[in-house]
């Protein structure tokens, strides 16, 4: 058990509706990421948040965004969706250190229809 | 850009043989290197890192990996696999300034004969 806790497990939706992902990191980890593994794309970053600020920004599509609370959980928001957003969606932690190293939840698995 | 190579997309060895994993990267600069295992239906599960200093590390579960920089490769080893070391294995890398994300492989899928 790596300590980064995912909701859902799955997710099943149709096209055009909207969705919201759920990642809480370790405990005491500053730092949350979010990547996308699809079969045709692999693993690909998406965005990082860090203390509730965003930090980088990766292959994220503009109907796709995401936050950090105040209590460091974060969400993956994703709206619009096409049968191409379909996908593993994880969510990984790291502490505030150089070199970072960051801790994967066990996934969201959405799937739209 | 910054790119990583795992040549094989599929490997099948017999329990009790031994392992290597292939992993190249693209980079400015070297990178940190990461190798992760994905179990079915898993998350992604930290095997070793390399950040600098001995360029043979050591991992979880009997894994090593040896860091190659005049060849750009950092291949994952393991002396004798074990039927629960079938998943997926993907290459990882870092950069050292900047925005941490990782850049990841294609990954390859280990399957044990027994």
């Known amino acids: 058990d790596s300590g980064v806790t995912q909701t859902p497990k799955h997710l099943i939706t149709a096209t055009g509706q909207r969705v919201t992902l759920r990642c809480s990191p370790r405990s005491g980890d500053l730092s949350v990421y979010w990547y996308q593994q699809s079969l045709d794309q692999g693993l690909q970053f998406l965005i990082q948040y860090y203390n509730g600020e965003e930090r980088a920004k990766g292959n994220i599509l503009e109907r796709f965004s995401a936050q950090q609370f105040p209590d460091l959980h974060s969400e993956l928001n994703l709206s619009s969706l096409e049968l191409g957003d379909s996908a593993l969606y994880f969510c990984a932690s790291s502490q505030d250190q150089s070199p970072p190293i960051q801790y994967f939840g066990a996934g969201t698995r959405l799937s739209v229809l | 850009a910054q790119s990583v190579t795992q040549p094989d997309i599929h490997i099948t060895v017999s329990e009790g043989a031994s392992l290597e994993l292939r992993c190249n990267y693209s980079?400015?600069?070297?990178?940190?290197l990461f190798w992760y295992v994905q179990s079915p239906g898993q998350g992604l599960q930290l095997l070793l890192k390399?950040?600098?200093?001995?360029?043979l590390v050591q991992g979880i579960k009997g894994f090593e990996a040896e860091f190659k920089r005049s060849q750009s490769s950092f291949n994952l080893r393991k002396p004798s696999v074990h039927w629960s070391d079938a998943a997926e294995y993907f290459c990882?890398?870092?950069?050292?300034?900047?925005?941490?994300?990782?850049?990841f492989g294609q990954g390859t899928r280990l399957t044990i004969n027994p």
């Open positions: 980079y400015g600069a070297t990178p940190y």
């Open positions: 390399y950040f600098s200093g001995d360029t």
């Open positions: 990882a890398v870092a950069p050292i300034q900047g925005a941490q994300k990782l850049v």
